[in-house]
């Protein structure tokens, strides 16, 4: 079972960036039927949920701190979740994580992580 996020990188604030997390595997076999959630872990702190979406209808929900600012996709044929990030902070910065999760997004399968770096 593998995760694979890209598309992290040096950003300004106020810019965007969007990340992508491919599954293969047995994730990736099933992934039309998969939740699926980021996460994120900044310098000295704990890793915190981001956002999540669902395989039923595609649901999402979001950490409070995003909301507005960030948006889960997936795309079901690619085996593929997206995080489109805009209105970047500095607060922002942290390595982000996709992994598969349980209907309550608690995460099962942790993927590698992309760092973003947002600049002041």
């Known amino acids: 079972v593998q995760l694979q996020a890209s598309g992290g990188g040096l950003v300004q604030a106020g810019g965007s960036v969007k990340l992508a997390c491919a599954a293969s595997?047995?994730?990736?076999?099933?992934?039309?039927?998969?939740?699926m959630g980021w996460f994120r872990q900044a310098p000295g702190k704990d890793r915190e949920f981001v956002a999540g979406?669902?395989?039923?209808?595609?649901?999402?929900s979001y950490a409070d701190s995003v909301k507005g600012r960030f948006t889960a996709t997936r795309d079901n044929a690619k085996s593929t979740v997206y995080l489109q990030m805009t209105s970047l902070k500095p607060e922002d910065t942290a390595v982000y994580y996709c992994?598969?999760?349980?209907?309550?997004?608690?995460?099962?399968?942790w993927g590698q992580g992309t760092q973003v770096t947002v600049s002041s």
């Open positions: 992994a598969k999760t349980n209907s309550m997004f608690r995460p099962e399968i």
């Open positions: 595997g047995r994730t990736g076999r099933n992934f039309s039927w998969t939740d």
């Open positions: 979406i669902r395989w039923r209808f595609a649901t999402t």
